[in-house]
């Protein structure tokens, strides 16, 4: 009986110590080496939550200059010099719409601004009509907001 109420408690202290980050990524960046850099650097630091034995949330919202990556063929829209890191960022992507505690949206509004046809984008990633609107969503749940500009 001892045991049994011991492991309760050590259980009942982990999950009380145990924290949960909320976070929407707001991407709009044009930058391509600098969206490859950022796709990573998010897939990284969920990592790092979770080996600290906390857990995370994330929306990655797309817009702007950022909206390219989500189209199945991209090369028509960058420039030549920019292919490579809109496939390495599209890869990471990839890879982060894998993880259970991810969202992925991409913004109509920009879509339509960069001549991407719907039926264009990943089958990952949900079509939002603003994403502004999402973005103040998620922050009045209490999701931190992360710029990459």
Same mark, same amino acid.
């Given at each position: ?18 924290? @949960? !980050? ?18 990573? $650097? ?8 979770? #080996?600290?034995? *906390?857990? %995370? ?15 199945? %063929?991209? *090369?028509?829209?960058?420039? *030549? #010099? *920019? &292919? =490579? /890191?809109?496939?390495?960022? =599209? ?10 505690? &991810? ?16 039926? @264009?984008? $990943?089958?990952?990633?949900?079509? &939002?009509? /603003? ?5 103040? !969503?998620?922050?009045? $749940?209490? !999701? ?6």
């Amino acid at each position: 009986m001892i045991k049994l109420i011991l492991l309760f408690n050590l259980l009942a202290m982990s999950i009380l110590h145990s924290k @949960e !980050y909320k976070v929407v990524y707001d991407c709009s960046s044009s930058d391509a080496q600098y969206i490859k850099s950022r796709m990573w $650097l998010v897939g990284k630091t969920m990592d790092m939550i979770k #080996e600290q034995g *906390d857990t %995370s949330q994330v929306v990655l919202a797309l817009h702007g200059g950022c909206v390219p990556m989500v189209s199945k %063929s991209y *090369d028509w829209i960058v420039a *030549d #010099e *920019d &292919v =490579q /890191n809109i496939k390495q960022a =599209q890869d990471y992507l990839k890879s982060l719409s894998k993880r259970k505690n &991810v969202k992925i949206i991409v913004c109509a509004m920009s879509l339509n601004s960069n001549a991407i046809e719907k039926k @264009e984008v $990943l089958p990952f990633i949900q079509i &939002v009509k /603003n994403s502004f609107i999402d973005t103040i !969503y998620y922050q009045n $749940l209490g !999701y931190a907001l992360m710029t990459f500009k």
